[in-house]
């Protein structure tokens, strides 16, 4: 194929068409780019875009296929996207306003060819992708050419023409290094090489390949809170490259660096701490900047916006990454404490009382510390409500007594049990709880009028049925009375009225026993010698309710007493029964040298047995 434009310089494997059309233009003695695509007919910024009409009509000047361009074609698409070997880059993906090469690979380039210098040299397609930063042919750190006063934007070769004598001293001041697993993975995409599969990476595009693990490395490498505009080339090579070892991995290594990142990051003394504080800029850039909002994002953004609903205490309605959260997932102390209207430090002594937080030492772990804010809505609900004793009683309307009795006869079980240890140091009443309690009470209540000159309150029912306030509001609770009456003024157990009579009747069953102290008055001794008896086991016991404080109080059958006096007694029982001097009777004793059958080192007291003491003359 013969083209119009002689002499001419054929285009080279990966050369861009705006390299090919600059060397042209040199070869024809015309510096001036401009100026030769106006001679020429040829539109500069069309092949610069790559525009494929545009192409076909410069390769027929140079009389080639235009298919001669193929490999350095990097056509533009749209504002701000290209296409190259089959994959889309964008803008920031490009180095278009400074020229990067290899000193290397332009040495050869002369070497290699019959042509002038400048012309010999020619600009690489992948020395404009700008997360390569090496030469994959010789393993040598792509050295920067500035573009000088009067060089045009794309004209490669009148960027690196001033410097093209000064090539052995800029291999010499180079740096040799190996491409890394970053790059050498971008230059098989584009080459179509076989490489391993990373198939999280292999289904995004690669411009947002590139830019995700710069960004992710950048975390990890700087932290989350870094300037990127301080960064050098240097530094954003190495945090692609630990970008790359993550991302290269999969989905569940990326998870767990997120885990990683938000577990070095403490933030001490601090409530909460949102995905934004922990992500800093990677959260940023996938939020708000125009270049994420690209759908090639959506993985990573995916990953990320899952990671966070799981483990952060977001509010219902929050946006996370572009999407609302459709309700909370999660509450802190500090989140519950504020929608529930709860201290923080009420709360987490709760919810660790009642097992729904672990117990940690660190003040800033439990503060931190996430549970489910669905599961614990309910409980959560119970603690705002929830009482401390004092408040309780007069919830109910009841005396301090009664209540101490209430709590003690277990029909009225605190929510949270005041816990020293935990530095929880009052029992909280769940509200609930209290007005079961008392909607079980005005179950029993008739629709009839009370009589008024019989029925009375709970305390004066009490005293006249000789039992305690408790009993009482048992036999309420157990449906046993049929005259309960509540009235209208009043709220709480003050409304309750009963008939005392019917209480009398029911709880005034006399019973056969004697209290320690009665059993010391019968005896005619003290409750110390009646302990002891009790505690050698020669009296049995069992317990009755305290008439006001229902406390259980020890007891003594009475036939147990009787049966003791008829067959035991003291010297001084037996004076008094004989009118005789306790003395003489003592000496009379001595006299038959009868041993006691209870003795006073045990029981403070002698006891004899009556049978033994029959046959004694007392004179």
Known sequence: MTGALWPSAK??????????????????????????????????????????????????????????????????????????????????????????????????????????????????????????????????????????????????????????????RLINEGRFREPSRFELYLAHRLSRVPQPPAPFLDRIELHAVARICE????VLSFGPHVNINTLTSQDRSRACESGFEIAVQGEERIRKTFEEIKQSNKFPHSTYIGPQAVFGRFYQWLASSTGAQDPAYEPIRHLLREYIVANFALAGGADVLGTPLPARRFHTIHSAGDEFGIPPKKLKKALIALGNLPELANQDEANRSLFDAVGSAEILQLISEAMPMEQAR?????????????????????????????????????????????????????????????????????????????????????????????????????????????????????QNVHTVGQVAETLRTTRSVVKALIKEGIFSTGTVPHIVSSRPIVVIPAPELAQFRREICTIFDLARETGVHYSRVKRAIQATEIEPALRADRFSVDFYRRSELVSITVK
């Not at 019959?114 to 700008?130: K, M, N, Q, T």
């Not at 007594?401 to 029909?411: A, F, I, V």
């Not at 140091?425 to 709880?433: F, P």
């Open 215 to 218: 960004m992710l490395g950048v």
């Open 394 to 510: 007069k919830y109910l309307g009841a005396t301090p007594e009664l209540m101490t009795s209430l709590h003690r006869s277990g029909l009225i079980k605190p929510f949270v049990r005041r816990n020293l240890q935990q530095k929880i140091g009052v029992h909280l009443y769940s509200k609930e709880a209290l007005d079961r309690f008392i909607s079980n009470l005005y179950s029993n209540c008739q629709d009839s009028e009370p009589n008024q000159s019989t029925a009375t309150n709970l305390m004066q029912t009490a005293k006249r049925a000789n039992r305690s306030q408790v009993e009482v509001i048992k036999l309420v609770l157990a449906g046993k009375l049929r005259n309960v009456w509540r009235r209208k003024d009043r709220t709480g157990i003050p409304s309750l009225l009963f008939d005392a009579s019917e209480v009398r009747s029911l709880l005034h069953k006399p």
């Open 11 to 168: 285009p080279e494997y990966d050369e861009t068409p705006i390299s090919n059309l600059a060397r042209n233009a040199l070869l024809n003695r015309q510096p001036r780019l401009t100026r030769f695509c106006t001679d020429m007919g040829i539109d500069k910024q069309s092949i610069a875009d790559c525009v494929p009409s545009e192409i076909q009509a410069w390769a027929n000047l140079l009389g080639v296929n235009p298919s001669s361009f193929e490999a350095g074609t990097i056509r533009r698409v749209s504002e701000q996207s290209y296409w190259y070997r089959g994959e889309k880059l964008v803008r920031t993906s490009l180095r278009r306003n400074v020229a990067q090469a290899c000193p290397i690979c332009l040495a050869d380039d002369i070497a290699e060819s019959d042509l002038p210098a400048e012309v010999a040299v020619f600009g690489r397609a992948h020395w404009l992708i700008a997360p390569i930063r090496c030469c994959l042919k010789h393993g040598f750190e792509l050295v920067e050419f500035p573009r000088g006063r009067g060089v045009r934007l794309h004209d490669f070769v009148s960027a690196v023409r001033p410097a093209l004598q000064h090539l052995p």
